[in-house]
């Protein structure tokens, strides 16, 4: 009897651990490139001069086919603010990023004109290392894997690789699954320990709509934004009062929809940096407008009621 109830321990210990393992590292793999809507919201600040920054934003777009490989599309976004020249106010700058995930849990970034580059490897081991871009193996900064756990994220466990840097052993980089670096950016998981004159801090991540991760060292708290159009809403100065729609924006070129409630497309205009409409030509209603960039991308959806 004692023989058999020492082996149903032995047997309830190990069914413990193995469960506990099981927790610690969930049960499933969470890609940051996905079909998700997702935004992730960043500050730049100088290091001499913390009151000149910038607020910097990532959103995916579309897909996008590139040398036979599929990217997404990726909206990156600058809004910045320069404490020296405060009659200029807030500059605004976005380009496209095109980042894709591979099999082996690896994201890589592609920016216009230059070659891939190796952004993440979520399948790395403790003590492994890894040389984030823009360094490369003949550089003496790089990652050193120092803990792997879990973390719950919404209501799920998702992995959470913690780095020191080689050279650097004072900074620290954390990645989750699904989310990227929760220290510096998305695009720069290596913006401090390896470079000088300036450092990028994360502040939040948004899926679908929904916060699921938050800075929680001050002053990088607070969430910059509070819904997916606030991230266009920064990109887009959009006003409608007596029934004129008026648009300001960047010197890009841009193209406006006017759409019925079912849908179907009224009118298009196109327009460079900005916009005014008198709408009154529609019959009274409610309608659905969308701002599309030069790609046929949409930046920005919205309704208005004419009256």
Partial sequence: MKIYLFATKTKILFILTIACFRLSFGQTYYPLVDNNEK?????SETAADTTSYTIDSLQFVSDTLINSKVYKKTLAYNKRYNSHYPNIGWTYYYDYIFLREDSTKKVFALYPNESEKLLYNFNLNVNDTFYAYPYSADSNCYYIVHQ????????????????YFQNFPYFTDTWIEGIGTITYELLCPCCYGCMTGSTSKFVCYYENNVLLYNNLNPPYNNCLITAINSLKDDLFYVSFNNNVLNIVTQNHLYKLNI???????LSEYEFYGSLELDLKKFTKGIYIYSIEDEYGNKLYVNKVLIN
């Fill in 39 to 43: 935004i992730w919201k960043g500050v």
């Fill in 259 to 265: 759409y019925n409630i079912l849908i179907n497309k």
């Fill in 148 to 163: 792997i756990d879990s973390v719950i994220i919404g209501s799920d466990y998702r992995k959470r690789i913690t780095f």
